[in-house]
Every structure is written in structure tokens, then in C-alpha cells.
């Protein structure tokens, strides 16, 4: 950072600036997005030297993949170490905008530490104004980012992970802040690529607040390096994988999905149906999975087992000119049902609204004749009885019999949506019984099925136990001597 930068920037935290910690994964919707639920905060470092005012930021020669993200940005104010979430906003002076921009060409090269992809000179732009800390709820505030005047992000506070209180006392735990360090406290849905020309503004805001107060609008305009990186050091490389990442989906980037790695073997199926939904959802909390349940819906077959993958499909509220586009012919909700195999689940983002159906008696025959394993909708469903007179189990809101245009337009599959209050993308595993609907991100289905179907075998022991007289102090749970019981138990059956 020169000379003139760091006074800059020293002017607008109030002392010269120290460590630049940033939040990985915060907000709900950016979870989403990314398809994963963060038990705890994690965190990397920026050098102090990313750190600058509004104005222009390099993209590096050679690369395609620049990318903002708009966020919150606390300034410490005091000494801060081993401190309680309670007393953590005590530590924080200011609040400002900040822009978290990176190069996903270099992710690969960083292992995970972010350093050349996102540490480079101006990577972290801040400003320009800075709200007292005592001034406002940090519960309150809401965030936006603009590219080229046009919004691509709008969050608020008010449902984060890890509220601000609770990452100064998660950081000062082990690392001394100082005045003068800066948290980035994560960014929401929408962040994206730019490209040379651009400009993107951030601003933070509190819009509740008794006296409205602003930070105004970081702005930060995008230009194109002239200066190739030397061939002595990681050179740009991108993928599809980095630019799904970039641009935020498959389908911003320009991509189809890729097909699932993921198998859903026979065997598997087997050993997912040998446990109950209850105990799978014990084992997801166990591991901070709080949110993987659809709510809200019943089932045509309550009496059925349902395990597959999720295909998705989403509808939005209808509008006349949209319909009139999207919504006749062979559209996407005849297209997913058309595409839809074996093992598949049709998971269908209805935004709740139980006013008019979203699949009828013929497209669940469809999915039937398919092979697919399921159907799942937190809209309604036409021809309910015909439907519920299926083999196919179809989970819903309720039956309606207005047709699908009253209230939807069919409009894009296979991404990730919203279903009952639960965010589904393709290839989650989608495990349905009398007890409700869970989601499972694939990469956890082997470790969350073998843990719940010991714990069923201890459960079974326990039961055992129980009936045959003895008190559930020390067996349930199970303490030392039990545990030693139980093991002996197992030997024998």
C-alpha cells in the first residue's frame, strides 16, 4: 500500500490499518447458492496492502474470472482477546461498506488460503463513509451492491449465520484484535463477475434506524491490466468448476450442469431405508445441519418410503407477457417430467402457494412410466385423487383445481431452488416418510447413513434393555458401563 493509500485509508478507520480477516460463508441466501450450511465461521486473511478507497481496481492480464463481493465491513476499536458474543460488538469502533473482490483463475494455486487470488493490490476496497458503532443494530443494517446501476445484491443482518458479537469473540479466542484490524463479515446472493468498464458500487445502510444513517456508495471501476503474471509463479487457469463458482450458477456462466458424480447405488438405497427419517435428521443436526427439511407437505403414500436425487424445477409468480413466453408448448415443466429417470425426485419451488395446481394427474403418470421415485411440490396438485390412486409417492401442499397458469409460469429446471422452506439442488438426496422430507447434500449421505444405523443398533439395545426392566438412568444415554454392555451385546447378536 503506498504512502498516500495507507494515510488514506488510516484516516477513514482511525489508525493505521491492521489485519484484514474475512468470513467465508454468512448469510443464508449465499448458503444457498452455494449449496452448503456452515456449522461454524471459518476465515482468511487479506493483506493490509488490498485495502483502498474508491476508484479502480486491475483486473490482471490474462485472466476472465474477476469477481465482487459486497459486504459489511467492522472496524475494531479496541484491544480485543478471549471475549464472550455478548461483549464481542463492544471491540467494534465502525462500520463500512467493503468489496471482497477476487480472481478465481488463481483459486487453485492458493490451497485454500485465498491469498493471491484475493490479496492482490485494491482487492479490498472500503468506505467511503464510516457509521458509529454505538449508533446502530448491527442486526439492522442492510447491504446492496449495484454493477453498472443495475442491483445484484440486497440482504440485511437479520438472519446471518454469525451475527458480528459472536465472529469477534470466535476470533479473540486465539488471535489478539487490534485497533485498527478489519472483519469482512461475508457476502449475500448475487455476487458475480465483471468484467473491464464495469463499475460497482456497495452500500451499507440502516434503513430502520430512528435516524437513518448511510455509508454512501463504495464505487470501484474495473480495468484490464496491461502486465502478463511471470511464467515464474501460478499462471491463470479456470475451469468450469471456477467460473460456476465465479459467476454464481451454471446457467450465469453459460454452462450446462455437469452430470452428478454421485451415484445412488442399490445398496445404498437399501441402507438409507433401513433407518428412519427421524434418525437420519438427528445425525444432520448432529453435524449442523439445522435446515434440511421441506416442511408443510403431506403425501399421497404416507405409507411409502421415498429415496432419490433431486431434479428441480422452479416457478415464478405469473405474469401475463411471461406466460404468454414460457408457459405453452413443450415448456420446462414438461420438460423435467419428460427428462426425469430412475431414482429421480422431482423437487418443485411453488413459493408456498397452494392457489392452483402444479402438476396434475398426466405429468405424475409420466414420472411414474419414468421410473422416477418421487414427486415434491409446495404448491398444490390438480386431480388429487387420480394422483393419490398412483404408485408414485407425491408430497404436497394441497389438492387445487385451477390450472397451472392462475399462478405460475414454468420457467427453468435443474438449479437450485426453494421447497418448503428448504433449499434443494440437483443431486441432493431426497429421503421422504410418514415423519416428513429431508434433504442430504450428496458428500454426506455415507457418513450420516452409517452413524444413524448404529445408533438405531443402540437404540435397539437400549429398547432391549429397557424391556426387560431396567431404568433409563446411565442407559439412556449410555454411560461407561453401558457402552461396555452394549459392546458384549453386539458380539452376541
Known amino acids: 500500500m503506498s504512502d498516500t493509500i495507507e494515510s488514506a485509508v488510516a484516516a477513514l478507520v482511525g489508525t493505521r490499518p491492521g489485519k484484514v480477516i474475512a468470513v467465508h460463508v454468512n448469510y443464508p441466501s449465499r448458503a444457498a447458492q452455494r449449496g452448503r450450511v456452515p456449522a461454524q465461521p471459518s ?69 485454500g488460503s485465498n491469498l493471491r487470488s484475493k490479496g492482490g493490490d485494491g482487492f479490498t476496497p472500503i468506505g467511503p463513509v464510516v457509521l458509529d458503532a454505538r449508533e446502530i443494530d448491527p442486526a439492522a443494517l442492510r447491504i446492496r451492491t449495484w454493477v453498472n446501476g443495475v442491483l445484484a ?45 464495469d463499475k460497482v458500487e456497495v452500500e451499507v445502510d440502516a434503513p430502520t434506524a430512528l435516524r437513518p444513517m448511510t455509508t454512501g456508495r463504495l464505487g470501484t471501476v474495473v480495468i484490464e491490466g496491461i502486465v502478463p503474471l511471470g511464467s515464474f509463479g501460478a499462471e491463470p487457469r479456470v475451469d468450469d468448476l ?110 408456498g402457494e397452494r392457489g392452483t395446481g402444479t402438476v396434475g394427474d398426466i405429468l405424475a403418470l409420466r414420472a411414474q412410466v419414468r421410473g422416477a421415485a418421487g414427486i415434491v411440490t409446495d404448491g398444490g396438485v390438480r386431480d388429487l385423487a387420480a394422483v393419490a390412486a398412483l404408485d408414485i409417492p407425491t408430497y404436497h401442499a394441497g389438492g387445487h383445481p385451477a390450472v397451472l397458469g392462475r399462478r405460475h409460469v414454468p420457467w427453468d429446471t435443474d438449479l437450485a431452488i426453494a421447497c418448503g422452506g428448504a433449499a434443494v439442488r440437483p443431486g441432493d438426496v431426497i429421503v421422504g416418510d410418514a415423519d416428513g422430507l429431508l434433504v442430504i447434500p450428496p458428500h454426506l449421505v455415507e457418513e450420516v447413513v452409517a452413524s444413524a444405523i448404529e445408533q438405531e443398533r443402540e437404540e435397539g439395545f437400549i429398547a432391549e434393555m429397557v424391556a426387560a426392566g431396567h431404568g433409563v438412568d446411565g442407559l439412556y444415554p449410555m454411560n461407561a458401563d453401558w457402552k461396555a454392555r452394549y459392546r458384549k451385546w453386539q458380539e452376541t447378536t
Open 153 to 197: 445484491q440486497d440482504d440485511t443482518t437479520a438472519t446471518l449465520f454469525f451475527p458480528f458479537g459472536r465472529l469477534v469473540a470466535d476470533l479473540s479466542q486465539l488471535i489478539t484484535l487490534e485497533p485498527g484490524d478489519i472483519i469482512l463479515t461475508g457476502t449475500p446472493a448475487g455476487a458475480s463477475v465483471v468484467r473491464p468498464g
Open 242 to 351: 471456477q467460473r460456476t463458482e465465479a459467476w454464481g450458477s451454471p446457467e450465469a456462466a453459460g454452462l450446462t450442469p455437469a452430470a452428478p458424480t454421485f451415484v445412488l447405488t442399490p445398496a445404498l438405497k437399501d441402507r438409507i431405508n433401513s433407518v428412519g427419517t427421524a434418525t437420519l435428521s438427528a445425525q444432520l443436526r448432529k453435524r449442523g445441519f439445522n435446515n434440511v427439511s421441506i416442511d408443510g407437505l403431506g403425501s399421497t403414500r404416507p405409507e411409502a418410503r421415498l429415496v432419490g436425487r433431486a431434479r428441480t424445477l422452479r416457478y415464478l409468480p405469473n405474469r401475463e407477457d411471461l406466460f404468454e413466453s414460457h408457459g405453452g408448448g413443450y415448456n420446462a415443466q414438461k420438460r423435467a417430467f419428460d427428462s426425469l429417470g430412475p431414482d429421480d425426485v422431482i423437487v418443485m419451488e411453488a413459493r
Open 43 to 111: 476465515y482468511f486473511l487479506k493483506p493490509a496492502s488490498s485495502l483502498a478507497l474508491s476508484g479502480e481496481i486491475e483486473r490482471p492480464a490474462g485472466t476472465e474470472l474477476l469477481a465482487f463481493e459486497g459486504e459489511i465491513a467492522l472496524i475494531i476499536g479496541t484491544r480485543t482477546r478471549r471475549v464472550s458474543p455478548a461483549d464481542g460488538w463492544n471491540a467494534v469502533s465502525g462500520v463500512t461498506a467493503s468489496n471482497d473482490f477476487g480472481v478465481y483463475d488463481l483459486r487453485y494455486a492458493d490451497k
